[in-house]
């Protein structure tokens, strides 16, 4: 009967922890505990271990960062441009032509400048640019929000099943314990006649569904943990 009473008790805890990442999942998407409606979210609440170490965060932040480069760029597209040059040669500078005509040496000659140039072309693109680039920014940080908020119910399930999974694991232990008495109290029933072969078959049954179910929630709960270490990033 004990034994009965703690697969009851399991089923209990099963549906009262779904109860809770039901509610924790609920509270996220509607930015307020349920429990409580007055007491708001924080506002990192989203962000707090939400795959923050996945690569896909460091992807947004270099989109992000590609994005601010790009309208830098734009800035910089319609600043003046200074270049200097020079020139040198050795031959006639062919500068004085008379002069030139009466002396025939060459001589070391050279030229030595500045440049300023202004392309205004960009002016008449650079609205259109910005809002391209803005609209990039904006569909980005969408995108992370997005992923940040699917990470997060995906945290709350998982943390919650592992959880469960190791409250079910402490009662099976138990049951096992009480399965395994029973199963030798009937091998010594049997060995005075009191019971028959069929039934201490039952109970031998009744201690393998035990441990089978207990590897099935060890099973479940390093399957939890390693989905989780995926989906917070951890290694």
């Not at 007491?39 to 170490?53: N, T």
């Not at 000659?109 to 392309?119: F, H, I, M, P």
């Not at 039934?199 to 939890?224: C, F, G, P, T, Y």
Request: proline letters at 2%.
């Amino acid at each position: 009967m004990k034994a009965e009473r703690l697969n009851v008790a399991q089923q209990t805890t099963s549906l009262e922890s779904q109860r809770r990442m039901l509610q924790s999942m609920l509270s996220v998407f509607c930015g307020m505990e349920v429990t409580s409606p007055s007491k708001p979210l924080r506002g990192d609440a989203l962000a707090e271990s939400a795959g923050g170490l996945r690569p896909e965060m460091r992807l947004f932040d270099a989109q992000l960062h590609l994005a601010d480069a790009q309208e830098k760029a734009l800035d910089a597209a319609l600043l003046p441009k200074l270049g200097v040059f020079a020139q040198g040669f050795y031959g006639y500078p062919g500068l004085n032509m008379f002069d030139d005509m009466m002396s025939r040496e060459w001589s070391l000659n050279g030229l030595v400048g500045a440049r300023l140039t202004w392309n205004i072309g960009a002016l008449y693109t650079r609205k259109n640019d910005k809002a391209k680039i803005q609209l990039q920014r904006d569909l980005t940080e969408t995108n992370r929000d997005v992923f940040v908020f699917n990470n997060r119910l995906e945290q709350i399930q998982q943390n919650e099943n592992i959880s469960r999974y190791r409250q079910l694991m402490a009662a099976d232990e138990e049951i096992i314990e009480l399965r395994s008495a029973v199963r030798k109290a009937a091998e010594s029933k049997l060995a005075h006649g009191i019971i028959d072969v069929n039934d201490l078959v039952r109970e031998m049954n009744a201690e393998n569904a035990a441990r089978v179910q207990r590897s099935m929630h060890e099973i479940q709960l390093l399957k939890e943990i390693c989905d989780n270490k995926f989906t917070t990033g951890e290694k």
